[in-house]
């Protein structure tokens, strides 16, 4: 029998396996990957119907077999070597970190050797406004972030946070009790019932600035519920506003930062977004940090602020002094 986490690696694996091998007998090729011919047979089955997006019968991978041999007669493209752009390499680091330290996983060796050959590759990646080297930065101090709160889940043990709040702009530090880790999209977040809330609560990990392992149980009250993320992670609050953003390039990081919703691509690698926010000064703030790769198209009081704060500090800036460099 063959799990899914043994035979998708191997299915990755078989077309270059076969393209060096033209006419393998099956049964060399079972010994080789270690299953029995059966299940070969049965990948590369599985194989026949995979291939380029669209599906159409001359995207498929196709496959010629001949008595007890194959011969792989068209490859759908994976002869060619990967080319990443910089955000689709951080967006795979990302996914494959959170496997790396998902419990569970068969071959976590594999895993961080992939994980070193996407960061060798990151240089050469081409450009599409994400900053490659801040988010291994990142990612790092997440994973020892992610080790701490696994430690105290074990343990059974309470936690000290000081903890980023992204919608309003503010640091807090709050005790809380953890009731399990969780990956969303590739992202890391841990469930605890929040003490100085009093309510379950979920905490991005790439935003817990400090944590602390504490000597007292954790001890989540009977009322704690698991959070139900069927449809995502974010959900409205009662009064609080939204904007829709129009996001240049340079500035599609904030949707993988900040909780958005994607209403489409545009041309020219913008993105249209819906955000929510509680604070308007704070999102004033954010759209003019931008420099000018975000434009407000709703609400119109939100475009109003931003125009209004931008005007200012071009008339603040007018009665600066001048000084010239020696």
């Given at each position: 029998m063959?799990?899914?986490?043994?035979?998708m690696?191997?299915l990755?694996?078989?077309?270059?396996?076969l393209?060096?091998?033209?006419g393998?007998?099956?049964?060399d090729?079972?010994?080789d990957?270690?299953v029995?011919?059966r299940?070969?047979?049965?990948?590369?089955?599985?194989?026949?119907?995979?291939?380029?997006p669209?599906?159409g019968?001359?995207?498929?991978?196709?496959l010629?077999?001949e008595?007890?041999?194959?011969?792989?007669?068209?490859?759908?493209?994976?002869?060619?070597?990967?080319?990443?752009?910089?955000?689709?390499?951080t967006?795979?680091?990302?996914?494959?970190?959170?496997?790396?330290?998902?419990?569970g996983?068969v071959?976590?060796?594999?895993?961080?050797?992939?994980?070193a050959k996407?960061?060798a590759?990151?240089?050469?990646a081409?450009?599409?406004?994400?900053?490659v080297?801040?988010?291994?930065?990142?990612?790092?101090?997440?994973?020892a972030?992610?080790?701490?709160?696994?430690?105290a889940?074990?343990?059974?043990?309470?936690?000290?946070?000081?903890?980023?709040?992204?919608?309003?702009?503010?640091?807090?530090e709050?005790?809380?009790?953890?009731?399990r880790?969780?990956?969303?999209?590739?992202?890391?977040?841990?469930?605890?019932?929040c003490?100085?809330?009093?309510?379950v609560r979920?905490?991005?990990?790439?935003?817990?600035?400090?944590?602390?392992?504490?000597?007292?149980?954790?001890?989540?009250?009977?009322?704690?519920?698991p959070?139900?993320?069927?449809?995502?992670?974010?959900?409205a609050?009662?009064?609080?506003?939204e904007?829709?953003l129009?996001?240049?390039?340079d500035a599609?990081?904030?949707?993988?930062?900040?909780p958005?919703?994607?209403?489409g691509?545009?041309?020219?690698?913008?993105?249209?977004?819906?955000?929510?926010?509680?604070?308007?000064?704070?999102?004033?703030?954010?759209?003019?940090?931008?420099?000018?790769?975000a434009?407000?198209?709703?609400p119109?009081?939100?475009?109003?602020?931003?125009?209004?704060?931008?005007?200012?500090a071009?008339?603040?800036?007018?009665?600066?002094?001048?000084?010239?460099?020696?």
């Amino acid at each position: 029998m063959s799990g899914s986490t043994d035979r998708m690696p191997r299915l990755l694996a078989l077309v270059p396996y076969l393209l060096a091998r033209p006419g393998i007998r099956i049964e060399d090729a079972a010994r080789d990957f270690g299953v029995s011919a059966r299940q070969l047979r049965r990948d590369l089955e599985l194989l026949w119907m995979c291939g380029l997006p669209g599906y159409g019968p001359g995207d498929l991978i196709d496959l010629s077999f001949e008595g007890d041999t194959v011969t792989v007669t068209f490859d759908a493209g994976m002869n060619r070597p990967l080319r990443l752009t910089g955000g689709e390499a951080t967006a795979l680091l990302v996914a494959l970190r959170a496997v790396a330290e998902t419990p569970g996983v068969v071959d976590t060796d594999a895993v961080h050797r992939a994980i070193a050959k996407i960061e060798a590759a990151a240089g050469q990646a081409q450009p599409s406004g994400v900053v490659v080297g801040r988010a291994l930065r990142e990612g790092e101090k997440t994973a020892a972030t992610r080790g701490v709160v696994q430690s105290a889940l074990r343990a059974g043990r309470a936690l000290r946070i000081r903890y980023y709040t992204a919608s309003r702009d503010q640091i807090t530090e709050r005790t809380v009790d953890p009731m399990r880790l969780l990956i969303v999209q590739a992202v890391g977040y841990l469930e605890a019932w929040c003490r100085r809330a009093e309510g379950v609560r979920l905490f991005r990990l790439d935003r817990i600035d400090e944590v602390e392992v504490l000597d007292e149980r954790a001890a989540p009250p009977p009322a704690a519920r698991p959070t139900d993320i069927s449809d995502g992670v974010f959900r409205a609050r009662p009064g609080q506003a939204e904007a829709q953003l129009v996001l240049e390039p340079d500035a599609r990081w904030v949707a993988e930062y900040y909780p958005c919703e994607e209403l489409g691509e545009l041309d020219g690698g913008r993105l249209r977004v819906r955000m929510r926010y509680g604070d308007e000064s704070w999102m004033v703030r954010l759209v003019l940090g931008l420099g000018g790769d975000a434009r407000v198209e709703s609400p119109p009081g939100l475009a109003a602020a931003v125009r209004s704060r931008a005007a200012a500090a071009l008339e603040r800036a007018r009665h600066l002094p001048v000084t010239l460099g020696q």
